[in-house]
């Protein structure tokens, strides 16, 4: 990927970053033996053997999620709590704030996780990223820069950094491949959400670098389900359909209003399905994990479905789950967003991962739990 080498200024030799990395790996041993611990990795217990040959991580190792009570991150903790994991790891953001350095770096140092799922972040749609740049910015920045850098002086063996496919181009070629990274513009709605995403994807991919860890960024495509955010002025497109079909059919309106013209294409992927992909990252063996970190490109996966909807398809499914049977109104006077928005799911398809949920199946579960919610 030369040409984000380019973009990103790297000239270190990879002969030299490759030692850097082999050393840090092995200071990170000797650290291990010293605390009395085995490599996390190496499974002597037969019971812990995936059926593909790799290994679970030890059901009692700490496990932080950061952002647990967020969409993804309470998904996370669900599907490692019924995996076994005994030492699931969270916090709310009164007990801890991460854009607190000082908060962090304790957090950490007390309770030494040996894995982190930071699914912790600032997010929203078109709306709150116009009206909140700054604090986009700003507070994504900070949550992934303290935690990043307190999971690397805890030792922390595999981190996964969750972003967004809003990182990518406006106008790349569909489907989106990890490489198309950094090859055009932004969409200007969500840029500075986007950058300090891709800031901590190079974070990652530095941290590996020279500090020979293993941090992954996993990029999902539009995230829904049960525990998204249904606020009109902040939510992503399908909550807030859902929302509006919902109010529309309890107050008898005949029309639902959808943003923009309806044309724009959208790939969505159910917060469990998410879950079930950060869950098979943490527990694949050593190699094959490994071959997603490289020196030469950023340590990044797509995850998705592999699949697009047009909006005014994805408003006539709510409709149909909801029950409205209005009219749709296009306003075409508010932005579209990024035309595309669909991702090459190649890398994780390989490995052994797809998305089980169909998009009307997961509709339906999150309009049953956004109905629970109005009860």
Known sequence: MSDLRTLTGITTPVAILGARRARAIHLRKLRDRSLGDS????????????????????????IFVAGHRGLVGSAVVQALAARGYQQILTRTRQQLDLTDANAVESFFAETRPEYV????????????????????????????????????????????????????????????????????????TNRPYALAKIAGIEMCWSYNRQYGTSYLAVMPANLYGPGDNFDLRTSHVLPALLRKAVEAKRTGSRELVVWGTGTPRRELLYSEDMAQACIFLLELEDQRYHSLISESDPPLVNIGTGKDVTI????????????????????????????????????????????????????????????????
């Open 312 to 375: 005014r398809e994805l408003a006539e499914m709510v409709c149909r789950v909801v029950g409205f049977d209005g009219e749709l109104v296009f306003d075409t006077s508010k932005p579209d967003g990024t035309p595309r928005k669909l991702l090459d799911v190649g890398k994780i398809e390989a490995l052994g991962w797809r998305a089980s949920t169909a998009l009307e199946d997961g509709i339906a579960l999150t309009y049953k739990a956004f109905g629970a919610l109005l009860d």
């Open 39 to 62: 490599h996390p990795l190496e499974c002597p217990d037969q019971s812990r053997m995936l059926d593909e040959g790799g290994c679970r991580i030890h059901p009692e190792s700490g």
């Open 117 to 188: 799922v930071l699914a912790a972040a600032k997010v929203g749609g078109i709306l709150a990223n116009i009206t909140y740049p700054a604090e986009f910015i700003r507070e994504n920045l900070a949550i992934q820069n303290h935690v990043i850098e307190a999971s690397r002086r805890a030792g922390v063996h595999r981190l996964l950094f969750l972003g967004s496919s809003c990182i990518y181009p406006k106008l790349c070629p569909q489907p989106i491949k990890e490489e198309s990274l950094l090859t055009g513009p932004l969409e200007a």
